[in-house]
Structure formats: C-alpha cells, structure tokens
C-alpha cells in the first residue's frame, strides 16, 4: 500500500503537530461552551480521534455519515445520508470535524442540516482546506493545512475505499488510478 504512494504532503509528524495545535486552540475556544463534536465520516474517523485528545473541554461526540464521492476522485453532486447523528442539536454549540473541504458541497449539506435543526452556534475544523477545488461558497473556522489542488489519499482520505489507513497524507502514483 505505502508503495502506492508517490509523495508525502503531510508527515504523521505534521499531522500531529497539527493536532496539537488545533487542540490548544479549540480547549480555549470551547472552554464554557460543551459542544457536540460532529465527525464526518468515514473520512474525518482519524483526524478526529487525534484532536478531540488534544480538547481539554467538556465535549459530547456524535457521528454522521455522508458520501457523495462514492470512492472516486470526483464529487457526483449528490450527498447522501448514510447514517444520522443520536444527539438532539437544538440548542447546542456544534463542532463539525472534516478531513477534507473541497468543493464545499458536503459541508454546504452538513450546515443546512444542522440549522433545519436549529444549531445555537455551528463552526468547522478540518485537517485539509482545498480552496481551489471551493464550488459553494464555505469556509472552515479551524484549519490544519491549505491542500494544493490534487487528489490526496491517507489518514482517513481515500480512493475507492482504500488507503485510509496511511498514518500520512499523500499523492497516489498516476497509475494506480488506471490499475485499479
Ligand atoms: C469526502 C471528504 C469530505 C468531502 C469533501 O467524503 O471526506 O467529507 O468528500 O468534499 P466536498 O467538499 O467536495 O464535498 P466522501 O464523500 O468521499 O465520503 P467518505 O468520507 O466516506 O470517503
Ligand atoms: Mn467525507
Ligand atoms: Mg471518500
């Protein structure tokens, strides 16, 4: 699997480090506030174990599960909701954890649910913010590392299912996409 891989963007190191970071931030920012931590899977399951160890907060965690890339390298323009949150959201200050914002339409889906379930306060941190790839206008409010405009696999990212198990993200070797 790691032979697949052409180059590392970000090291186990960097993503730690990144981690690390983002969590002193977040304990200050969410010291009163107890919020619902919201993990997107399945791509954002490692990035969020990392960080909400770094949240010395009072925190609940939920999950829900969206996909629209379907394993591909190219977003269908459709979410679908493929498993919903246990927590009742009305009222309560929502923490969104993503890997990755690309072309927005995720989050875009993720927000309008949470508001239509009347949210108090809704912010967003992801590891990967790839403005580039930005379709609807959204922002994250905590970001790990801006991603360059290209495919990447690892650390919960995948292509057609595999390599979220990489301790790193990286950028697949051309001919993995026409092998497999
Ligand atoms: C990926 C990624 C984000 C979303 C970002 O999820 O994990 O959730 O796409 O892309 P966008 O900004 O263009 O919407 P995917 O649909 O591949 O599902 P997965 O997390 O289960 O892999
Ligand atoms: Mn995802
Ligand atoms: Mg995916």
């Not at 107890?34 to 009072?58: H, N, Q, R």
């Not at 993200?169 to 001919?175: A, M």
């Amino acid at each position: 699997m790691n032979n697949d891989i052409e180059r590392v963007l970000y090291s186990r190191d960097d993503i730690s480090k990144a981690a690390h970071r983002l969590g002193q931030q977040l304990t200050e920012d969410y010291k009163d506030k107890k919020p619902v931590v919201i993990s997107v899977l399945k791509g954002a399951i490692l990035f969020t174990v990392d960080v909400i160890k770094e949240m010395d907060v009072y925190a609940e965690l939920d999950f829900i599960d969206v996909s629209s890339y379907h394993g591909g390298t190219e977003s269908s323009g459709k979410i679908d909701l493929l498993h919903d949150l246990s927590t009742e959201i009305s009222g309560r200050n929502i923490l969104i954890i993503e890997d990755i914002i690309d072309t927005g339409r995720t989050l875009k889906y993720l927000i309008d649910l949470l508001k239509q379930r009347n949210a108090a306060e809704i912010k967003v941190c992801t590891l990967l913010d790839k403005e580039d790839g930005r379709l609807i206008d959204v922002k994250a409010d905590y970001i790990g590392f801006a991603v360059p405009n290209e495919f990447v696999v690892g650390y919960g990212l995948d292509y057609k299912e595999l390599y979220r198990n990489l301790p790193y993200v990286g950028v697949l070797k051309p001919e993995v996409y026409t092998d497999k």
